[in-house]
């Protein structure tokens, strides 16, 4: 066991119990103005991008995302907004 720091336990990723993912818990936890880049081979989705799973997050969460994907084939740029 190891006692944390509050600047530590802010820099660790939890992944809620049930059937969250890796994904979403970076998704959920991204504080304002950060950038995140999804890279094709972390997307498993073969027919969604993943501007549609920030929109479905979106809808039950009071979070803004900006959706792009990267020109040059590296993934999808994700910042959050609100």
Not at 7 to 36: C, F
Not at 53 to 60: A, D, Q, S, V
Request: proline share 4%.
């Amino acid at each position: 066991m190891k006692k944390l720091t509050q600047e530590e336990a802010d820099n660790i990723a939890i992944k809620p119990s049930g059937r969250g993912s890796v994904l979403r818990s970076a998704l959920l936890t991204m504080k304002v103005n950060d950038i995140l880049l999804i890279e094709p081979k972390d997307w498993k989705w073969k027919r969604k991008q993943p501007g549609i799973y920030c929109r479905r997050l979106e809808k039950h969460h009071a979070i803004k995302f900006s959706c792009g994907k990267a020109l040059d084939g590296s993934g999808w740029v994700i910042k959050r907004l609100e």
